[in-house]
């Protein structure tokens, strides 16, 4: 990743979580950092399929004390992920909602927005996955 992808990522970020401190650094020419307050939080991982540019985001969330791996995500996790992510994020406006018929994930919003799923992770707990397309970064 370039500078000028980090620093778009960076801006997009920003705007869409409500944080003016997060940002996006390198690590490599297909990867790099989500950092909140200077600290990283998040890998990211660049991908260009085909000439189709986007950025896969991952964020973990540890299980909570004692909670099962195959647990589901009802509403007290929902609330607990809820409250870790605008934590983790400074993400004010972040909900995590049920997903219709399906207690092995959660969808994530941001003012109303989809941005991505929560699921299971055996080795890792909860895991958020955000995509972002290059014309997302279009502004």
């Given at each position: 990743?370039?500078?000028?992808?980090?620093t778009r990522l960076g801006a997009y970020l920003s705007k869409l979580l409500g944080s003016p401190t997060v940002s996006v650094?390198?690590?490599?020419?297909?990867?790099?950092?989500?950092?909140?307050?200077?600290?990283?939080?998040?890998?990211?991982?660049?991908?260009?399929?085909?000439?189709?540019?986007?950025?896969?985001?991952?964020?973990?969330?540890?299980?909570?004390?004692?909670?099962?791996?195959?647990?589901?995500?009802?509403?007290?996790?929902?609330?607990?992920?809820?409250?870790?992510?605008?934590?983790?994020?400074?993400?004010?406006?972040?909900?995590?909602?049920?997903?219709?018929?399906?207690?092995?994930?959660?969808?994530?919003?941001?003012?109303?927005?989809?941005?991505?799923?929560?699921?299971?992770?055996?080795d890792e707990g909860q895991v958020l996955t955000m995509s972002i397309l290059e014309i997302d970064l279009e502004d």
């Amino acid at each position: 990743m370039n500078a000028t992808e980090c620093t778009r990522l960076g801006a997009y970020l920003s705007k869409l979580l409500g944080s003016p401190t997060v940002s996006v650094v390198a690590r490599g020419r297909d990867g790099g950092s989500l950092l909140v307050d200077g600290a990283a939080v998040a890998d990211l991982i660049r991908d260009d399929d085909e000439g189709e540019l986007s950025y896969a985001i991952s964020l973990a969330i540890p299980r909570a004390p004692g909670a099962k791996k195959n647990a589901p995500i009802d509403d007290a996790e929902r609330a607990r992920l809820q409250t870790a992510l605008r934590q983790k994020l400074h993400a004010a406006e972040l909900d995590v909602r049920a997903r219709p018929r399906k207690t092995d994930s959660a969808e994530v919003y941001v003012h109303g927005e989809f941005v991505g799923t929560i699921s299971a992770d055996e080795d890792e707990g909860q895991v958020l996955t955000m995509s972002i397309l290059e014309i997302d970064l279009e502004d």
